[in-house]
């Protein structure tokens, strides 16, 4: 079995592979100060709840956006699964080709992503992985990385209101029952989502025209879901992407 791992900066999905099925999937919380020791003891505790003990697991692959929880989860992995991980970074095969001025500044995700989109459904590919962050990556239909956008996150932003207007409260990011609000939370619950609506939108077909053609949308990341319920300019729902990149990058260089 495969363990997939991708570190983000507000969350850890944790993926488990049998061969190219995806067995069981889990999310942990992004801690920078939590010990190897720590992290162990959930991720041991997860496979244990699936039925799968740590002699199932045989190879890791991991991507990193928070570079000190890299190290935490090579030593983890070394000290309790005597397995050393393979880290997306400088040197591994992706299959993708950069064509950024500066490579080595695309986060291992967003060439995790761009892999996985290319793999899975050709033609251009326009990602869009609406977490932390909200970002866009395009790749040609070749599998090139053409490059992308990179704008605040949904829940960002809504913590960003909530910090720096001392009458506005933190709230729950849901679907507004109309764009009226008719009191302050379901005024910025609709701010805040049928603005990131219209910010996918407007980029989106910025893109496509800056491309001359069509190219297929995939949303990923955790509020993917959220933004593809109210517009039509999203293809597909992809949760997973990001687990299956890993899948597919591992595979190319244990080859």
Known sequence: MLLAI??????????????????????????IRQMPDEYAVMLLNLLHYQGIEKTDIKDVALCSVVPPL?????????????????????????????????????????IVNAAAAHYLYRGPIIVADLGTATTFDVVSKEGDYLGGVIAPGINTAAEALYMRA???????????????????????????????????????????????GQAKVVATGGYAGLIADETKVIDEINPDLTLVGLRLIYQMNRM
């Open 6 to 31: 991708d570190i983000g900066n507000t969350s850890i999905t944790c993926g488990v592979f049998e061969k190219e099925k995806l067995q069981a999937t889990w999310r942990m919380a992004t801690v």
């Open 166 to 212: 001392a009458k506005l409260p933190r709230i729950e990011l849901i679907h507004p029952t109309r764009v009226i609000g008719n009191n302050t939370i379901s005024a910025m619950q609709s701010g805040i989502v049928y603005g990131y609506v219209g910010l996918v939108e407007g980029i989106v077909a910025r893109i496509q025209r800056e491309l001359g």
């Open 70 to 110: 890299t190290a935490t989860f090579e030593g983890l992995f070394q000290r309790y699964f005597n397995i050393p991980a393979l880290v997306v970074e400088a040197g591994v095969k992706t299959g993708v080709r950069i064509r950024m001025d500066n490579p080595k500044e695309v986060g291992a995700d967003r």
